[in-house]
């Protein structure tokens, strides 16, 4: 398994928490940066490559590794676009999704229970997502709705009329065989040639599901904590609950 994290955001949303300005994947809650505890998670479990997408601060990131030691073997992709949309980003690692391994996709921004990630990684479902049916609504989640057992949409904002039996929060991490990992490198060249830079990469992979839904399935993770640190009160909400929660199953976490 090759995992790949994107990182190359800025985080400017965060300045409150952030004074210092670093990237948002090297905010700490309970002394340790939220990278620090995504490369741990993956080493426990026993993924070995990782493929980092970097930009914004790429040097504090490198530097911030280098330092660690419990994580997988990193190679460094550095995105020089990182402020338009995540769709360049996962394009930055397209070498990875076109290796002929399966791979894991996650964003850096999240702080979660490692069964989370464990539940990815041991889904007998070779092109994986995650649903997490315990979210507050609204227009910032990126949903996923399902009817009959099948996901029918992946998006922001649901279209009207949408026919759907259950809908969670998706949870940023994704897992791909080798032949739909390829073909989510090749949308996401698709979008970059067609000047659409600025598209999150949740477009790239939404274009790629709904064109083959058979070939995907999601594991509901509802009830194990985690947060995207995307707003300030994200950040206190990350500390004051969910680290705590996470701690009552791992209390060195």
């Excluded at 007998?124 to 996901?151: H, Q, W």
């Excluded at 080798?178 to 989510?184: E, N, Q, T, Y």
């Excluded at 659409?196 to 194990?224: C, Q, T, W, Y």
Aim: charged letters at 25%.
């Amino acid at each position: 398994m090759h995992a790949i994290i994107l990182a190359a955001g800025r985080g400017s949303r965060l300045a409150v928490h952030n004074p210092e300005g670093r990237p948002k994947c090297l905010m700490e809650f309970g002394g340790r940066s939220l990278l620090d505890r995504h490369l741990d998670i993956l080493s426990q479990l026993g993924v070995r490559k990782l493929d980092l997408v970097i930009g914004y601060e790429a040097d504090q990131i490198i530097d911030h590794v280098g330092k660690l030691f419990s994580r997988p073997d990193v190679s460094f992709q550095y995105n020089p676009r990182y402020e338009q949309g995540s769709v360049l980003s996962l394009l930055a690692a397209s070498e990875a999704l076109t290796s002929g391994e399966p791979v894991v996709v996650m964003d850096a921004d999240v702080l979660y229970h490692p069964g989370i990630l464990q539940a990815l990684l041991d889904s007998d479902s070779e092109n994986c997502y995650l649903l997490d049916r315990d979210f507050e609504a609204g227009d910032e989640p990126v949903k996923i709705a399902v009817s009959d057992g099948t996901m029918v949409e992946f998006r922001k904002k649901l279209p009207d009329g949408l026919s759907y039996d259950m809908i969670g929060e998706s949870v940023g991490f994704f897992r791909f065989g080798p032949k739909c990992a390829a073909l989510i490198a090749a949308e996401c060249a698709l979008y970059q040639s067609a000047g659409l830079g600025d598209a999150p990469h949740e477009e790239a992979l939404r274009n790629v599901l709904l064109r083959r839904p058979d070939d995907f399935d999601f594991e509901d993770i509802s009830g194990m904590p985690w947060i995207e640190i995307d707003f300030p009160e994200d950040v206190i909400r990350a500390a004051e609950e969910v680290l705590p929660a996470i701690r009552t199953d791992f209390p060195d976490f």
